[in-house]
């Protein structure tokens, strides 16, 4: 049974950061999939960034520069820290995993978390 678990969303002014965390058990797999991935209200739900288990990443083109996506220590640890935050930046922001391998930025994701919300103000 996998679960995942995000947090460290909230409310800050545009140009401000965040460092989300998804975190992440009963996933025993040595190759797989973590993204991140981002659904605004009216909007289709989107790709933000991904990394496998060779700690490959890919990115959006709108948050390249200013995300970094990467893995703790404890390898069921995966962060996602978000600088110069824009209001476009608003969104409910999910975890994800996947073990099927491919590329990560479009592969099917079988396991998703509830969910943080990101709210950024001008």
């Known amino acids: 049974q996998v679960q995942l678990v995000e947090s460290g969303g909230g409310s800050v002014q545009a140009g401000g950061s965040l460092r989300l965390s998804c975190a992440a058990s009963?996933?025993?797999?040595?190759?797989?999939?973590m993204g991140w991935f981002r659904q605004a209200p009216g909007k289709e739900r989107e790709a933000v960034a991904t990394?496998?288990?060779?700690?490959?990443?890919s990115y959006a083109d709108s948050v390249k520069g200013r995300f970094t996506i990467s893995k703790g220590n404890a390898k069921n640890l995966v962060y996602l820290q978000m600088n110069s935050l824009k209001p476009e930046d608003t969104a409910m922001y999910y975890c994800?995993?996947?073990?099927?391998?491919?590329?990560?930025?479009?592969?099917?994701?079988?396991?998703w978390g509830q969910g943080t919300q990101v709210t950024v103000s001008s």
């Open positions: 994800a995993a996947d073990y099927s391998g491919g590329d990560c930025f479009t592969a099917w994701y079988k396991y």
């Open positions: 009963g996933y025993t797999y040595s190759s797989y999939c």
């Open positions: 990394i496998d288990s060779d700690s490959s990443t």
